[in-house]
């Protein structure tokens, strides 16, 4: 049986998947979706997918200074850059909103955060080192979707910039 809340109604991020599925369906893009189980770490999720860190796309929300969002989308094996990201935009700060406040934002609760599906379309900057095939979330705990990543910022007309440092 579905989870539900005291009202009754799904909780939020209930539908994430079929969110995630219907935006790749409604851009055009060949996604393969993969039950990975929970994982507690990037490395762990990169490990049950058989694929190294680089190969994960972290899907970051970040807040501005205006109150609005945008999706930062960074290698696994890469960090963002708050400077880098903050000249691109021309803004002083920048900031990564509680969790709360991203599934409120997204629909998506963290760890299943993507670009794809949000319950409101954000900017997405994708940092230019994301490369070949990639895996990002797909809406729900436990699921990954390889795409291309090519394939993925035109879909999302994402703005490509470096904005990440090694970790």
Do not use: C
Not at 120 to 130: F, L, M, R, Y
């Amino acid at each position: 049986m579905a989870a539900v809340t005291h009202d009754g109604a799904p909780p939020p991020g209930a539908d994430g998947h079929a969110r995630f599925l219907a935006a790749a369906r409604q851009h055009g893009l060949d996604v393969e979706v993969a039950d990975r189980g929970r994982a507690r770490s990037l490395e762990e999720a990169a490990a049950n997918l058989g694929i190294s860190p680089r190969e994960v796309v972290k899907s970051l929300v970040v807040k501005r200074p205006d109150g609005t969002f945008l999706f930062a989308l960074i290698p696994g094996d890469r960090q963002i850059s708050w400077p880098k990201l903050r000249a691109l935009l021309g803004v002083n700060r920048l900031s990564m909103p509680p969790a709360d406040v991203a599934l409120e934002a997204t629909g998506y609760e963290r760890g299943t955060i993507t670009p794809l599906g949000s319950t409101t379309e954000w900017p997405v900057v994708a940092d230019a080192a994301i490369r070949g095939r990639v895996s990002m979330g797909a809406g729900a705990h436990g699921r990954s979707a390889f795409v291309d990543a090519d394939q993925l910022v035109r879909a999302l007309d994402a703005t490509v910039a470096d904005i990440s440092d090694p970790l």
